[in-house]
């Protein structure tokens, strides 16, 4: 088991909308964690799980482990959870996996690593999906961590601000191209913001009380009371914009030839997701070992945040990982009504539940 520090590779306009999606403020670990141990390693551009042919199941077949890379969204944090504790809880290797766990960052193209065969899973955002698919790229979701995305737009309690329309007239630190941005200026009307590059920092907000900031309502608004700054946010999902977010992604040769070694994973991974907030100290240690920027405190916190986005929505109904086809249109119909799409991309090529455990 292996879980591996950040990697980089070229930027190209999916490799941005990557980037974009990011977690915030978040960090410059390069962290690796075996078997409970930590250890410092160094960027690199591949690793030897990360490269050559994908497995098979005539692997399994022949009673050797299946090796498999999972690229993360970000650096470790509990969005993720479920996936260390599977590790944590030997459920990968229980399953005859042997998976690393390869964190994201800064200049990480996930729709890249997958569609190249780098990897064979990796994390994004349901948006950033139909993007690829709108590109001819042949990935799919297969299963879905957050049932309610996390993004929100934050912004000083004392500003004045109550309701979104109130961003106009002011400064919003937002990336360029970002799909949420996109679709809630269309619809809001927000034609009047004056939008400033969001790097990452929160500096920029915290000195001006009029700005607003993007963010995850499971790390800023902790980072921001931890200096003294007042905050309250608007959920973008509560703004009626709700990709599914941290989907574990793959691509269409890979799931034709490989059904059974991706029912595993999921399998273990959903397992994974109970252990975690029933062993949260454990699990928490364990992402903190591999991300030493994300302390404990926050680690906790984050992870209570996030239980209703996990657990909520139709996987109360369904089981975590679950994604319905009316939330995949709702989706495709708004993004080509803002103009990121031009046409109608049929669901059945960006998701398929068929991999899940059953309830």
């Given at each position: 088991?292996?879980?591996?520090?950040?990697?980089?590779?070229?930027?190209?306009?999916?490799?941005?909308?990557?980037?974009?999606?990011?977690?915030?403020?978040?960090?410059?670990?390069?962290?690796?964690t075996t078997a409970g141990s930590?250890?410092?390693?160094?960027?690199?551009?591949?690793?030897?799980?990360?490269?050559?042919?994908?497995?098979?199941?005539?692997?399994?077949?022949?009673?050797?482990?299946?090796?498999?890379?999972?690229?993360?969204?970000?650096?470790?944090?509990?969005?993720?959870?479920?996936?260390?504790?599977?590790?944590?809880?030997?459920?990968?290797?229980?399953?005859?996996?042997?998976?690393?766990?390869?964190?994201?960052?800064?200049?990480?193209?996930?729709?890249?690593?997958?569609?190249?065969?780098k990897v064979q899973f990796a994390?994004?955002?349901?948006?950033?999906?139909?993007?690829?698919?709108?590109?001819?790229?042949?990935?799919?979701?297969?299963?879905?961590?957050?049932?309610?995305?996390?993004?929100?737009?934050?912004?000083?309690?004392?500003?004045?601000?109550?309701?979104?329309?109130?961003?106009?007239?002011?400064?919003?630190?937002?990336?360029?191209?970002?799909?949420?941005?996109?679709?809630?200026?269309?619809?809001?009307?927000?034609?009047?913001?004056?939008?400033?590059?969001?790097?990452?920092?929160?500096?920029?907000?915290?000195?001006?009380?009029?700005?607003?900031?993007?963010?995850?309502?499971?790390?800023?608004?902790y980072v921001l009371k931890k200096?003294?700054?007042?905050?309250?946010?608007?959920?973008?999902?509560?703004?009626?914009?709700?990709?599914?977010?941290?989907?574990?992604?793959?691509?269409?040769?890979?799931?034709?030839?490989?059904?059974?070694?991706?029912?595993?994973?999921?399998?273990?991974?959903?397992?994974?997701?109970?252990?975690?907030?029933?062993?949260?100290?454990?699990?928490?240690?364990?992402?903190?070992?591999?991300?030493?920027?994300?302390?404990?405190?926050?680690?906790?916190?984050?992870?209570?945040?996030?239980?209703?986005?996990?657990?909520?929505?139709?996987?109360?109904?369904?089981?975590?990982?679950?994604?319905?086809?009316?939330?995949?249109?709702?989706?495709?119909?708004?993004?080509?009504?803002?103009?990121?799409?031009?046409?109608?991309?049929?669901?059945?090529?960006?998701?398929?539940?068929?991999?899940?455990?059953?309830?």
């Open positions: 088991m292996k879980l591996l520090g950040t990697i980089k590779v070229s930027s190209t306009a999916i490799g941005m909308v990557i980037l974009l999606t990011a977690c915030g403020t978040s960090n410059t670990a390069t962290t690796s930590t250890s410092t390693t160094t960027t690199s551009t591949s690793t030897s799980t990360t490269g050559g042919t994908p497995p098979t199941e005539s692997t399994k077949a022949n009673n050797q482990t299946d090796k498999v890379t999972q690229a993360m969204s970000w650096f470790a944090q509990p969005e993720m959870g479920g996936h260390y504790a599977a590790q944590v809880a030997h459920f990968y290797e229980k399953a005859g996996l042997d998976v690393t766990l390869q964190q994201g960052g800064p200049q990480v193209s996930n729709i890249q690593l997958v569609a190249s065969g994390m994004a955002n349901a948006d950033e999906v139909v993007l690829a698919r709108k590109e001819g790229i042949p990935v799919k979701v297969i299963y879905a961590n957050l049932q309610t995305n996390p993004q929100n737009l934050i912004y000083h309690k004392d500003s004045g601000i109550k309701k979104i329309e109130d961003l106009n007239g002011r400064k919003v630190y937002t990336a360029v191209g970002f799909p949420f941005w996109q679709y809630i200026s269309y619809k809001y009307k927000l034609d009047k913001v004056q939008v400033q590059n969001y790097t990452g920092s929160l500096a920029g907000f915290s000195a001006d009380k009029d700005s607003i900031t993007q963010g995850f309502a499971t790390n800023e608004p200096q003294g700054v007042d905050v309250a946010w608007f959920l973008n999902a509560d703004l009626g914009y709700n990709p599914y977010g941290n989907v574990v992604i793959t691509t269409d040769d890979f799931i034709k030839k490989n059904p059974d070694l991706i029912k595993r994973y999921l399998k273990a991974t959903t397992e994974g997701w109970d252990y975690y907030y029933a062993h949260a100290d454990e699990v928490n240690n364990a992402l903190n070992g591999v991300n030493k920027d994300y302390d404990v405190d926050h680690l906790k916190d984050a992870q209570a945040v996030a239980k209703d986005f996990i657990f909520g929505g139709d996987a109360k109904t369904h089981g975590v990982g679950y994604m319905s086809e009316d939330r995949w249109k709702t989706l495709v119909s708004q993004m080509k009504e803002a103009g990121m799409i031009k046409d109608d991309i049929p669901v059945k090529d960006l998701y398929t539940n068929e991999f899940l455990m059953a309830k």
